[in-house]
């Protein structure tokens, strides 16, 4: 009886330490919002953490959910090598930019639109690690600045510039102005005051003859 006991004793805590014990499972690492500009391109970047060396079986998934919150929407797939959409709103707009040894999964979205506002999450399955968390990155498509407006801020910032280059000027040609009047109010100050001098010590001189 022992011996049945022991084994069956065994063959529990067998069947038990697995689910005891932690599991592996894939970090992701994403840039929880960015913004972009419509009609530019945009590399979403998210990279990957994992307890196990990269498999061959390693699969990268990516989807999108629009702001509506309406049903995910695959964006891009990997196992092994890229493969591309046959169809839907990214089919020709999301192209492979990651680096499975390095860790990075990557992808570059194409001429951005806004309908592309939304939520972009990257999931990382590397056999046997093939739970872990998913990375979520929520963008936001800007529109674009029409050219008028670039335009009438460049003219304005020209405007201004141009402007207080012409205050600068004036102010000092001004000043030259004034200092050169004031020169000459001093130089024909001084020459007055030597021509009086000079008439007194004439006089002076007249009149010392007359005094003997």
Not at 41 to 56: G, I
């Amino acid at each position: 009886m022992h011996g049945p006991s022991w084994l069956g004793a065994v063959l529990f805590l067998g069947v038990q330490l697995p689910a005891l014990w932690p599991a592996a499972a894939v970090e992701i690492h994403t840039s929880r919002e960015v913004d972009a500009v419509n009609g530019t391109n945009l590399r979403l970047k998210c990279t990957f953490s994992s307890s196990s060396p990269v498999s061959q079986h390693l699969s990268v998934t990516w989807n999108f959910q629009p702001e509506d919150q309406s049903s995910h929407e695959p964006v891009f797939y990997y196992f092994k090598e890229p493969y591309k959409l046959p169809a839907g709103r990214f089919k020709e707009r999301v192209t492979w930019d990651g680096n499975i040894e390095r860790h990075d999964v990557s992808i570059v979205l194409w001429n951005l639109q806004p309908t592309d506002n939304g939520t972009f999450t990257c999931q990382v399955k590397n056999p046997p690690d093939v739970g872990g968390t998913i990375g979520e990155v929520r963008l936001r498509v800007v529109q674009k600045v029409h050219f008028s407006e670039i335009h009438f801020l460049a003219v304005a910032i020209g405007s201004a510039c141009v402007l207080m280059i012409i205050v600068v000027i004036v102010v000092i040609i001004c000043r030259h102005h004034r200092k050169k009047a004031q020169e000459k109010r001093t130089e024909v100050t001084d020459t007055e005051l030597r021509e009086k001098d000079k008439l007194k010590n004439t006089e002076e001189k007249e009149a010392c003859p007359l005094e003997d």
